[in-house]
C-alpha cells in the first residue's frame, strides 16, 4: 500500500515537471514567429539554378569526350614483379573495353614489357602475366577475345634505357595498340 502511494506520487510530481517544462517563457511577440524568419532566411540563400545550359546534347558531348580522352591513354604501368592492374589505369581501360565492345571489327595488341633486372626468361613471362591481366579485364568488361592479341617482350623493348628506379617504373608496362584492318 505504501509503494502504490510512493508511486502516485512520483507520477504526480513526472507529470507536473513534464508540464511546467513544455510551458512557453513568453518571449515570442504575437504576429511574429520563428516559422516565418526561417523562411525569410532560407529565402535569401536560394541560389537559382541555370539549367538552359544543360541539355541531352551538351552531356553526351562532354560524355564523349570524355571517352575519348581516356582512349589516349594507352600505356598501363605496373608495379615491380607484379601483374596486377592499378587502380589508375582501370578507367582507361574500361573505356577501351568499351569501344571494342561497340566496334567488333577493332583488333588490338597487348605489349608485355619488364624492366631489365631478372632474367630474360623470367621477363618474359613477367609480360605475359601483365599483358593477360589486362586482356581479361578487357574481356571481362565487354571485348571479345577474338579482338585481342597478346605479345610479351619482357625487358628487350625498354621504353627509357637506364638503371634508375624512375626508368624501371617507365619499363614496366603493357602498350594497347590498335591494328588498322
Known amino acids: 500500500m505504501q509503494t502504490t502511494a510512493l508511486y ?77 592492374i ?13 569501344y571494342l565492345a561497340a566496334n567488333p571489327a577493332a583488333q588490338v595488341v597487348l605489349e608485355g614489357h619488364a624492366d631489365e633486372r631478372g632474367t630474360v626468361e623470367y621477363n618474359l613471362a613477367l609480360g605475359e602475366r601483365r599483358a593477360m591481366a589486362v586482356r581479361r579485364f578487357l574481356m571481362a568488361n565487354g571485348a571479345s577475345s577474338s579482338q585481342l592479341k597478346v605479345v610479351s617482350f619482357g625487358e628487350e623493348r625498354p621504353a627509357v634505357m637506364g638503371s634508375s628506379e624512375e626508368s624501371y617504373a617507365k619499363n614496366r608496362r603493357v602498350e594497347v595498340k590498335y591494328q588498322s584492318n
Not at 30 to 55: H, R
Not at 70 to 79: A, C, G, H, I
Not at 91 to 98: E, F, I, P, Q
Open 8 to 84: 502516485k506520487t512520483l507520477g504526480l510530481a513526472l507529470c507536473a515537471a513534464f508540464i511546467s517544462a513544455c510551458s512557453s517563457t513568453g518571449d515570442v511577440e504575437e504576429g511574429t514567429s520563428e516559422a516565418t524568419a526561417t523562411e525569410t532566411q532560407a529565402e535569401e540563400n536560394t541560389q537559382t539554378v541555370d539549367t538552359a545550359g544543360v541539355d541531352g546534347e551538351s552531356l553526351e558531348a562532354e560524355a564523349a569526350d570524355a571517352q575519348a580522352a581516356l582512349l589516349e591513354q594507352t600505356v598501363f604501368y605496373f608495379d615491380f614483379d607484379e601483374s596486377s
Open 86 to 98: 592499378k587502380s589508375e589505369g582501370k578507367a582507361a581501360l574500361m573505356a577501351h573495353a568499351g
